[in-house]
């Protein structure tokens, strides 16, 4: 009994809106047969200035079962909860929802249309659980719920997501380079090496090839556990290529492309975990700020 009263109530608030709407609409299109009046009686409801309807509803009343009725409705996909203040943060959001719901073949990042609208205004994170990390960072990083915390366009065009294969191996071998230089204790070594066993686990070996493990101990000794001694890794096969042996040439695969592959899909986080050190610790440097742009908002 309580759920079909309620769905009446509800129903028939959203009918008397519906009319004092048009009788709106007639009012400001200077209509001078008599449409002038209030929303229910332009329609024939016969309602009152105090927003009483036809329907003996109140207006503190109509008004709480119209939020219910807009909460249900369907709403514009790409809204942002500041919309009604246009700027180009607007755009940043709008175009972070389209590029999820491109990789997600129709998907929402915040819901369905019963709910995005709430958890947008509400600051329910978006769901970017179901995107590849680079992507993922890209979306949270336009769809924030403040402003200012979201990425300017440039920033986001200047994302590793778009970067080649050749870009990635560059960033690599030039954040490894710097790194290399610096002392345990830095900050930035600190900073790579804090977060080694989610991004490169605890011997790095039991991911990578047999053949490529049977070389690398040739020419130096690497910490099985560390993310710079990776990146090394990295940077000297890629630089060293065409004097490997040719069994391990065939296990990287050719550079850029599959050599790059081989080390991303063992260790999908490791260009956006080092992206985000050398952010914060090197984008002003001479060799790596080519790959940063700064946020100047």
Not at 30 to 38: A, I, K, N, Q, V
Request: charged letters at 25%; glycine letters at 10%; proline letters at 4%.
């Amino acid at each position: 009994t309580t759920t079909t009263t309620t769905t009446t109530t509800t129903a028939t608030a959203r009918n008397g809106v519906r009319r004092r709407n048009r009788g709106k609409r007639k009012a400001r299109a200077g209509d001078g047969g008599g449409g002038g009046g209030d929303g229910a009686s332009a329609a024939g409801g016969g309602g009152d200035d105090d927003g009483v309807g036809a329907d003996g509803q109140t207006g503190d009343s109509e008004s709480g079962a119209r939020k219910v009725a807009l909460a249900a409705r369907p709403v514009p996909v790409l809204l942002p909860p500041e919309a009604v203040r246009l700027s180009r943060k607007v755009d940043v959001f709008s175009l972070g929802c389209l590029v999820h719901y491109v990789l997600r073949d129709g998907e929402h990042a915040f819901g369905d249309a019963v709910l995005r609208q709430v958890h947008i205004a509400c600051g329910v994170p978006c769901n970017v659980t179901r995107l590849p990390p680079l992507a993922a960072d890209l979306v949270r990083g336009m769809v924030s719920h403040k402003p200012a915390n979201r990425v300017e366009l440039a920033v986001a065009a200047a994302h590793p997501v778009f970067w080649s294969a050749a870009r990635q191996l560059a960033f690599f071998c030039a954040a490894s380079d710097r790194l290399e230089v610096e002392r345990r204790e830095h900050a930035a070594v600190r900073a790579v090496e804090a977060a080694a066993e989610r991004v490169v686990g605890r011997d790095w070996r039991v991911r990578l090839d047999a053949r490529l493990v049977a070389d690398l101990g040739k020419y130096r000794k690497y910490n099985y556990g560390g993310v710079r001694d990776l990146l090394r890794v990295i940077r000297n096969k890629s630089h060293h290529y065409r004097d490997l042996p040719r069994d391990v040439q065939a296990c990287l695969g050719e550079p850029p492309v599959a050599f790059v592959a081989h080390f991303a899909e063992r260790f999908p986080h490791l260009l956006l975990h080092t992206y985000a050190v050398v952010a914060a610790h090197f984008a002003d440097d001479d060799e790596l700020r080519r790959f940063f742009v700064t946020d100047t908002a």
